[in-house]
């Protein structure tokens, strides 16, 4: 099915989102998919998204929207390399795998 767009949800205050954005728009460029960014979209991640044991919603989580509507959950946070420092390539990778297995 195709991906209709790619969706972050962030918050200013939280210092991974610049990271996630980093690399929503990378691919979001690299796949001529358009990207759609929501600030602090809590009914949005209480719909869509991935809560931790306590029930508490990370912020930010990537998703792909589909043409059909649906949404499907990609990833909370980018990997980090070994240094502990984001890896926006593996970022990057693993939202181009996510369209591709579309």
């Known amino acids: 099915m195709k991906v209709e767009s790619i969706i972050l949800v ?4 939280e210092k991974a989102g610049q990271y996630a954005m980093k690399v929503c728009e990378a691919v979001s460029k690299a ?5 759609e960014v929501k600030k602090e979209d809590y009914d949005f991640l209480i719909a869509h998204g991935v809560k931790d044991e306590f029930g508490g919603i990370d912020i930010p989580q990537v998703f792909l ?6 949404v499907k959950y990609v990833m909370s946070r980018i ?3 070994s240094d502990g420092m984001p890896d926006i390539e593996k970022g990057i990778q693993l939202l181009t795998d996510a ?3 579309q």
């Not at 929207?65 to 649906?70: I, N, Q, Y």
């Open 10 to 13: 962030t918050a200013d205050w």
């Open 31 to 35: 796949q001529n998919v358009p990207l």
């Open 65 to 70: 929207k589909l043409e059909d509507g649906t």
């Open 79 to 81: 990997p980090d390399r």
């Open 99 to 101: 369209i591709k297995a």
